[in-house]
C-alpha cells in the first residue's frame, strides 16, 4: 500500500524558515517524480513544485520560485521542501504526492494527508 | 502559465441526475488534462487522466472527454458518495496549473 506521511509544519513567523519532509513506502520511491502541492484554507490547489525521479529536472510555482527548494533522497525515501522568507500567503496545507511517470510533469495518483504551515507573526 | 477556468463554480444536483463541468485551458493543453475529485477534510483523489483514461478502481459512471482548451467531466449517475468539489489539472506544460474547482451539492 503506498503511504505518503508529511511532517515539519506548524507556525512560524513571517521572514522565517522552515523544512517539511515527506516519507514514502508501499512502492520505489526511486521510480517516480515527486510534487508537492498546496491548498491554502478554504480556497482552491495550488501546484508548488516537482522533482524528477533522479532529481535532474525541477519546477517551481512562479509564486515560490526562489524562496523555496525541492530535493529528495532516493536512499531514505524521502521528499524534502525548504521554504525561506515565509511570508503570510505561504500559509496552506501542504500535501506531498506520487507522480505517475519519472519526469514531475504528470499527474499525481498518491497523495498524502498533508501539513499545515501557518505564517503570522 | 497555462490558466485552466472551470464552470460552473458550484452546482445543486439530486441522486441519479446527470452532471457535467467544464474546464477551458488558455491554449492547447492537447490531452494532457487530470480531473480530482476532493471531500472535505481529505486529499485529492485522481479520477481522469490524459482526459479521458479513468485511474484504476474509479467507478465508471465518471467519464471525460475533450482536447486542446475544452474539456468535461461527466457523471452519469450522481450517487451520495460523488458530492465533493472537483479540480482539473492540466500537465501540458510547467507550471502544473489547476482549476479553480466546482462544488457539487445536494439539491
Known amino acids: 500500500e503506498v503511504q505518503l506521511v508529511e511532517s515539519g509544519g506548524g507556525l512560524v513567523q513571517p521572514g522565517r524558515s522552515l523544512r517539511l519532509s515527506c516519507a514514502a513506502s508501499g512502492f520505489t520511491f526511486d521510480d517516480y517524480a515527486m510534487h508537492w502541492v498546496r491548498q491554502a484554507p478554504g480556497k482552491g490547489l495550488e501546484w508548488v513544485s516537482g522533482?524528477?525521479?533522479?532529481?535532474?529536472?525541477?519546477g517551481y510555482a512562479d509564486s515560490v520560485k526562489g524562496r523555496f527548494t525541492i530535493s529528495r533522497d532516493n536512499a531514505k525515501n524521502s521528499l524534502y521542501l525548504q521554504m525561506n522568507s515565509l511570508r503570510a500567503e505561504d500559509t496552506a496545507l501542504y500535501y506531498c504526492?506520487?507522480?505517475?511517470?519519472?519526469?514531475?510533469?504528470?499527474?499525481?495518483?498518491?497523495w498524502g494527508q498533508g501539513t499545515l504551515v501557518t505564517v503570522s507573526s | 502559465d497555462i490558466q485552466m477556468t472551470q464552470s460552473p463554480s458550484t452546482l445543486s444536483a439530486s441522486v441519479g441526475d446527470r452532471v457535467t463541468i467544464t474546464c477551458r485551458a488558455s491554449q492547447s493543453i492537447s490531452s494532457w488534462l487530470a480531473w480530482y475529485q476532493q471531500k472535505p477534510g481529505k486529499a485529492p483523489k485522481l479520477l481522469i487522466y490524459?482526459?479521458?483514461s479513468l485511474e484504476s478502481g474509479v467507478p465508471s459512471r465518471f467519464s471525460g472527454s475533450g482536447s486542446g482548451t475544452e474539456f468535461t467531466l461527466t457523471i452519469s449517475s450522481l450517487q451520495p458518495d460523488d458530492f465533493a468539489t472537483y479540480y482539473c489539472q492540466q500537465y501540458n506544460s510547467y507550471s502544473l496549473t489547476f482549476g479553480g474547482g466546482t462544488k457539487v451539492e445536494i439539491k
Open positions: 490524459k482526459a479521458s
Open positions: 504526492a506520487k507522480d505517475r511517470g519519472i519526469a514531475a510533469a504528470d499527474t499525481f495518483d498518491y
Open positions: 522533482i524528477s525521479w533522479n532529481s535532474g529536472s525541477i
